[in-house]
């Protein structure tokens, strides 16, 4: 098409760079000027001075899973902080298991069902419940602390996301400590096998498995870490190791030991609740002295105790607090953060001013609420290289949320599937990660840059296509059986299409969708396609949400 100028030309997988060259929107979306809190890095919005609605909706980005108009009031009303403190009062939510709790996964039926029940209840609580932080924290912590129901079954995945939610906003360390006393964990990543070998029981055998991912992938990482994130090196420009392959053996004889609490016969999941316990065969742990990343842990300790000194350990070592933070900015705010916003949430990690490490609310706080994290709510005030890429879970339920739907889009039933499947990105299906080592990873850069862009490694030509015409949009029966509420659009539309686009940039845009996107929504809305008013309307919003402006949270 002719009209697809300038924006058409700037890919999906355009980075932040991208976009800013593509965007030359004048549009005002200035925020109230933020107090800076020299002690901290933080801002503060006086009551006196009102969150915009374009701070708002950025803001609604950064903590939900897409931004809603009732959301942007809500926050526009009680300012960051305080809707921030809001959410950290909501109930703790849990999944229902009971649905997945007996059926034999070796019948198709049942398996189909389990899995659809699955998938629904991990979307709709992303998509729906009232508490979008905690979710919101709960999708990143699962991507760099992985149960995947490729492994297990959906009941132990769902008792997995249940332990996130109970620990999203507490200490890391007792989540560390929930992780490796959780049933799903010590089945996903075998140490449930860790045993030492003893006269006792020769036939027994250390597994690693978890030992190392918990060091590797969810405390510490690979090479020594200063509190701004930069590596440490040596004489020869080297980095450091973080730990060497006798620390790996010492953390595994420290997690020997752990049984279920129940058998998981076929059919029955429910041993998957609770928390595993020490066995009560001596011969199940390793009781003699071991040495930790420098630390000594003294003989003699149970299986419970050893537990609880190695995660003081990893608790105590230098990288925990930038490992933590870079990933929790990654996920909520930006790819690339700098050194300076890193080390002031590292900061906050290390110490919540009382003496706390590991005190997730206060982190949260110093995640959102830096001054590089709100500086754009100012629009075009932050630097070129700010934001990060919509990741195809946020994208999917940022598009339905805008539309207000309340569940996500299914696909009709078949022959051969007769129960209709949860349409979902099909590059990130949510908790079932292909491996430990998750969708991707955080150290991840773009090509050609040293920029980090973890998320660009999934917006490859699958995904692509699914954002431009994927989902069956164009099916009234699949919209509304998710609950959207797709006729404002429509009426837009009919109405004139200067009132679909201001709808269209109220609602994902912040209301400042830029020029360029404005005028090329207008030349196709010249050549309409389609027969109906739902099939003029839905190519012209996935085209929008599409291009690079939706495609990168800034």
């Known amino acids: 098409m002719k009209a697809l100028t300038r924006a058409a030309r700037c890919t999906v997988a355009a980075l932040p760079l991208l976009l800013a060259a593509c965007n030359n929107s004048q549009d005002d979306g200035s925020a109230a000027a933020p107090t ?21 909706a950025r803001f609604a980005d950064q903590v939900s899973f897409g931004a809603t108009p009732a959301l942007v009031a809500e926050i526009e009303k009680l300012g960051f902080e305080a809707w921030i403190d809001a959410q950290f009062a909501l109930p703790v939510p ?54 995947s129901s490729n492994k297990v079954q959906e009941y132990a995945t769902l008792t997995w996301i249940n332990l996130l939610n109970d620990n999203a906003f507490g200490n ?39 030992s190392r991912e918990l060091m590797q992938l969810f405390s510490l990482g690979v090479v020594k ?21 006798q620390d790996v053996e010492a953390m595994t004889r420290a997690m020997t030991g752990w049984q279920m609490a129940k058998n998981v016969p076929r059919g029955d999941y429910t041993g998957f609740d609770g928390v595993l316990i020490p066995d009560p065969w001596t011969a199940a742990h390793d009781r003699e002295a071991k040495t930790l990343l420098g630390t000594t842990i003294p003989a003699g300790q149970s299986t419970t105790q050893d537990m609880e000194a190695a995660i003081d350990v990893l608790m105590g070592h230098q990288n925990i607090a930038p490992f933590v933070s870079l990933r929790l900015i ?34 949260l706080k110093a ?139 109220e609602r994902y845009f912040r209301g400042a969708m830029p020029q360029t996107l404005r005028q090329n929504l207008q030349d196709l809305t010249a050549t309409p396609n389609g027969n109906t008013p739902l099939e003029k309307t839905m190519p012209l919003l996935q085209y929008a949400l599409a291009t690079p402006y939706y495609g990168v949270i800034r």
């Open 36 to 56: 800076l809190l020299a002690s901290t890095g933080q801002v503060t919005v006086k009551a006196s001075s009102p969150v915009s609605h374009y701070a708002a």
């Open 172 to 210: 890391y360390g007792a989540l560390l400590r929930a992780v490796s006393t959780s049933p799903p964990m010590g089945v996903y990543l075998d140490n449930l096998s860790n045993r030492p070998k003893s006269d006792e029981c020769p036939w027994c055998a250390p597994n690693e498995n978890y």
């Open 225 to 245: 870490l200063n509190l701004d994130g930069s590596i440490q090196r040596d004489a020869s420009n080297r980095p450091l190791e973080t730990y060497t392959q």
């Open 367 to 505: 995640v959102l609420l830096d001054t590089e994290a709100r500086k754009g709510d100012t629009l075009g005030a932050d630097s070129l290289s700010f934001g990060k890429m919509r990741e195809p879970v946020l994208w999917y339920t940022g598009m339905l949320r805008g539309m207000g739907c309340t569940a996500p889009l299914r696909w009709d039933a078949t022959p051969e599937y007769p129960l209709p499947g949860i349409a979902k990105p099909s590059v990130q299906s949510p908790f079932m990660q292909s491996s430990v080592f998750s969708y991707y990873m955080p150290t991840d850069r773009a090509p050609g840059s040293n920029l980090l862009a973890p998320e660009q490694r999934l917006l490859n030509a699958e995904e692509l296509s699914g954002r431009i015409g994927g989902y069956g949009m164009q099916t009234a029966s699949r919209l509304s059986n998710a609950g959207c509420q797709v006729d404002p659009f429509i009426k837009a539309l009919s109405s004139s299409p200067r009132a679909f686009i201001d709808l269209m940039s």
């Open 330 to 363: 990654q996920h909520l705010v930006t790819s690339n953060p700098s050194p300076a916003y890193l080390r002031r949430v590292a900061t906050v990690f290390r110490d919540n001013g009382k003496g706390v490490a590991g005190d997730m609310k206060a982190v």
């Open 94 to 147: 849990h999944h229902d298991t009971s649905p997945v709790a007996h059926y034999d996964d070796q019948v198709r039926a049942q398996a189909e069902a389990a899995n659809r029940y699955f998938e629904n209840a991990n979307l709709t609580a992303m998509i729906a419940r009232p508490d979008q932080l905690r979710q919101r924290v709960v999708w990143a912590m699962s991507q760099w602390i992985v149960v």
